[in-house]
């Protein structure tokens, strides 16, 4: 009720760290199954929906339009939480945890590169692949395309996980090819400066990639 309907006042209350702290504790521990030896299965059965009911109120709190709130979220350290509720493996349903979790990403990390690497370095990059034919997929994609402008951390992630080849797969979604073409101009750039800056005189990783025939075939598409 005070993530619904609570003003920006009664908001910033609920991301107090006292708060939060505890909040974060108790999908831990419903997660992770500490504790709950003794648990029956009704009692199992409502930790989980104790958990989904927190999951929701980060997504609610993650879309309010207040620096102050969206930092107290970072602070706390919600984005590594949310990236362990996304697929690690190729989905055939999604569920209700995984879309609340990826839409609190979204809006916690659009427009902010150090969020942006907060959930590379919690292991976003391969779990967002997982989403591109899931509901959420255009959030995932969004993500993935931001990923190349943030920092050096997220496009060495990037290149662990075969981003060069997602960037050129959808290259020519009508929807994506401006994303994906700016995605890739960015990380060329950072690229070549990267190994100039060591006075290495060779291609660079990127430059490599997109000098396969056909990585050059798609870029002309």
């Given amino acids: 009720i005070f993530c619904n ?17 505890n909040a974060l504790k108790i999908i831990d521990i ?83 590169p150090p969020r942006q690497e907060q959930a590379a370095v919690a292991g976003i990059v391969p779990r967002l692949k997982f989403l591109f034919k899931a509901a959420t997929s255009v959030w995932a994609l969004d993500l993935f395309c931001d990923l190349a402008r943030a920092s050096d951390t997220c496009r060495e992630q990037l ?13 020519d979604d009508r929807n994506l090819s401006r994303k994906c073409l700016t995605s890739l101009v960015s990380w060329l750039s950072k690229d070549i400066e990267l190994v100039n800056s060591h006075g290495i005189h060779q291609n660079s990783f990127v430059e490599h990639e997109l000098l396969r025939p056909n990585a050059i075939k798609k870029l002309i598409n």
């Fill in 5 to 21: 309907y609570g003003d920006i006042t009664v908001k910033a209350h609920v991301v107090e760290p006292k708060v939060m702290r």
């Fill in 30 to 112: 419903g997660m992770s199954g500490k504790n709950t030896s003794t648990f029956g299965p009704i009692e199992k059965q409502n930790m989980m929906v104790l958990v989904e009911q927190l999951v929701k109120c980060i997504r609610v709190l993650s879309m309010v339009l207040s620096p102050a709130v969206i930092n107290a979220l970072q602070k706390q350290n919600v984005i590594p939480v949310l990236v362990s509720f996304l697929p690690t493996e190729p989905l055939t349903n999604s569920n209700n945890l995984q879309n609340m979790a990826i839409g609190a990403i979204y809006h916690l990390c659009r427009l902010s």
């Fill in 159 to 171: 290149g662990k996980y075969g981003g060069v080849d997602v960037y050129l797969k959808y290259i």
